[in-house]
């Protein structure tokens, strides 16, 4: 099975790429909800958050995301903190995914591949890009996040030029029209290149 890394920086529309893929019958594990729905449901990894970073971690039983955010948002050591508590679980989970799909191709959602090194667990990586401003702009109407909690956030991911350097393909999505061609383009060319009918 290929597996295809989809990526790109806050904003820049890879849930919409994604959604795309769906489309055309691609298998789609989006790492980020999924960290989400482990957080809230594994109890080994509930466990360790509430060791690291208290009892306020959760509240009520349920995640509390604006304590944990105040907590990983203002400090790198914190952020990754969270993450070596996060990540593994989010793997092993990913590979019991992939046992269960037949599909030749499947793609992984996530902002951080690059970041955390990732990038050659898979076959293929396809980073969504798009102008800042308008990344802004989509967080602040979807999140509704100011422009500082954005940019402080931001800031603990790779720029996009440097991931436009390392990408296989690079889809432009200021357009959902251009972002669908050159997403075709981009499938043709992986089946192509691995010889899947």
């Not at 809230?40 to 060791?51: C, G, P, R, W």
Request: hydrophobic share 40%; with cysteine; charged share 20%.
């Amino acid at each position: 099975m290929i597996k295809i890394g989809v990526t790109g920086n806050m904003g820049a529309g890879k849930s919409t790429v994604c959604a795309f893929l769906a489309d055309r019958g691609i298998p789609l594990y989006n790492a980020d909800d999924r960290a989400k729905t482990l957080m809230a449901t594994n109890d080994d990894l509930i466990s360790k958050i509430q060791i690291r970073f208290g009892n306020e971690a959760y509240k009520g039983g349920q995640l509390n995301r604006q304590y944990l955010a105040n907590q990983v948002f203002t400090n790198s050591t914190t952020l990754q903190e969270l993450n070596e508590l996060v990540h593994p679980a989010v793997h092993k989970d990913f590979n019991q995914w992939l046992a269960q799909q037949i599909h030749p191709l499947c793609a992984y959602e996530s902002a951080i591949i690059y970041e955390h090194n990732r990038q050659s667990y898979f076959d293929i990586i396809v980073l969504v890009t798009c102008p800042e401003n308008l990344r802004l702009d989509r967080i602040q109407k979807r999140d509704g996040l100011t422009i500082d909690e954005i940019k402080s956030r931001m800031r603990f991911q790779w720029h996009q030029d440097q991931k436009i350097e390392l990408a296989d393909y690079v889809i432009e999505n200021s357009s959902l029209l251009v972002a669908e061609e050159q997403l075709d383009q981009a499938l043709s060319a992986i089946r192509t290149h691995f010889n899947i009918v």
